[in-house]
């Protein structure tokens, strides 16, 4: 038995059997998508059982590939001995001896384990200046040592006990602290001149993004308030943005509209940052919001949710027919912003789009990919008028029938606006910050591609 696993399917050949068959994901609706994947595995296995078996019945059971393969590679041997013939090359000594050293030199040719990072050496750090809730996360460990580059010594807040940033040494203080505990923020933000917020809630109920989020959210303000911290900066998303429109582009002056019926996790960010302005306005909070775009780049997986549905590491339906421009954004591009939004003067109150200059569409992204890893993932449009109706069913069928309470019925305009067909515009972080994305189309490419992240599904 012989399997060969990649990105986006298995191969499995079985010699014994004569029996290929090739297990690839696919793009069905997440409900049918497990009958989907079984029944092209029982199709494939009955074709081919099926031609196994004619072949049996009309040889009268002499042509099953085991005793074909023992039968001819012994009947060769013979044939050879006896008539003084050189043996079928196939089954030589020097067949076996060719054999066995290509295994040995395939061995070799696997990379070695991969080493822990080489400390460099670092600017001697000065005393902790700035906090960041959410260090560990995909852009936090960007931002923290983005910071730390720049000669900051950062705390990072964290409930966890695990430490990414072992080979930064003295330049990062570790602080457990649990975000529900409002006097552990407020001794974590001593003397700390700028805060950094990246945490995020996933939550299925409002309630609990009212608990888990907002009442968070307000709960670090308040502590920055009360800690005498300098500058918040506080990452939204541009998920709040109504970007279902492709005739309007979307700038920071483009307000969020009616956020009621919106996606709860759009609305929950937009909420958190209309109590935080409240703050700034009435209780002089050093408020800066950013909004990052599609975050690609080291330490992400290339399958994000902001391009599509996946189904598995090489299988997606993606939001609309994924033509249009998409928010790209590098870690490294957003990570280097936000550092200048805790040295640039004079920009409370102020929001900023962080969105990368080079704009790829769906396509173009998984074009890329092939042609950098030569990976073909299966890529399938989907209609967000269906993936609407399909929302819809499941909202009907879970309140009428499982009578579950507090549910939001799905809205049309949020369906459209994961497609992002509105155009979004990066001017105010370019002018004000002084931020340079990446511009080069190839080089953006390979610095959002071309990383460990592609098995990080």
């Known amino acids: 038995m012989v399997e060969l696993r990649g990105v986006s399917g298995i191969a499995r050949l079985d010699f014994g059997a004569d029996v290929l068959v090739i297990e690839r994901a696919n793009t069905a ?28 019945l009309v040889s009268l059971n002499r ?25 079928d090359p196939r089954f030589s000594g020097a067949a076996a001896s060719l054999g066995i050293g290509a295994i040995g030199q395939t061995l070799d040719l696997l990379p070695p384990p991969v080493s822990p990072p080489v400390p460099q050496p670092l600017p001697t750090p000065i005393a902790a200046d700035i906090a960041v809730i959410g260090g560990t ?14 000669g900051h010594r950062v705390r990072v807040l964290s409930r966890g006990g695990a430490n990414p940033f072992a080979d930064l040494g003295q330049a990062i203080e570790m602080v457990p602290v649990a975000l529900t505990d409002a006097d552990g923020l407020r001794r974590a933000m001593a003397r700390i001149d700028t805060v950094y917020h990246l945490a995020k809630a996933e939550e299925p109920t409002w309630e609990a993004y009212l608990e888990n989020d907002v009442a968070v959210t307000e709960r670090i303000a308040a502590a920055v308030l009360a800690a ?17 429109r492709a005739d309007r582009p979307i700038t920071e002056a483009t307000g969020f509209g009616p956020m009621d019926n919106r996606n709860l996790y759009a609305r929950s960010k937009a909420l958190c940052e209309a109590r935080l302005t409240d703050l700034h306005r009435h209780k002089g909070l050093g408020l800066v919001i950013a909004r990052p775009g599609i975050v690609v780049g080291p330490g992400g997986p290339l399958q994000h949710w902001g391009i599509g549905r996946w189904h598995g590491a090489g299988a997606v339906r993606i939001w609309g027919d994924g033509r249009n421009a998409l928010p790209f954004v590098l870690v490294d591009d957003v990570a280097d912003a936000l550092v200048h939004m805790a ?40 209609n967000l008028t269906v993936f ?15 009578r579950r309470k ?40 390979r610095r959002a591609i071309i990383h460990p992240g592609f098995f990080g599904f």
């Open 228 to 244: 005498g911290v300098r500058r918040l900066v506080y990452t939204g998303t541009i998920a709040s943005y109504d970007a279902s």
């Open 29 to 56: 609706d997440i409900v049918v998508n497990p009958l989907a994947h079984q029944v092209s595995l029982a199709w494939q296995h009955l074709a081919l059982g099926g031609r196994n078996a004619v072949r049996q």
């Open 388 to 402: 609407y109706l399909g929302d819809m069913v499941k909202y009907l069928l879970k309140r009428h029938v499982l």
């Open 137 to 150: 996360g995909f852009i936090g460990r960007a931002l923290t040592r983005a910071l730390v580059a720049e």
């Open 343 to 382: 040295g640039t003067p004079g920009i409370e109150g102020q929001s900023f789009n962080l969105i990368g200059d080079t704009m790829l569409s769906a396509r173009d992204y998984f074009s890329a990919i092939h042609r950098l890893t030569n990976t073909r993932i299966r890529v399938t449009a989907g």
């Open 63 to 87: 042509k099953s590939p085991y005793a074909l393969g023992f039968q001819q590679s012994v009947t060769a041997f013979y044939a050879a001995v006896t008539t003084g013939k050189p043996v």
């Open 406 to 445: 507090g549910l939001r019925a799905p809205l049309l305009l949020d369906w459209k606006s994961r497609a992002c067909r509105s155009p979004f515009r990066n001017d105010r972080a370019k002018e004000v910050l002084g931020w340079a994305p990446e511009q080069d189309a190839a080089a953006f490419a």
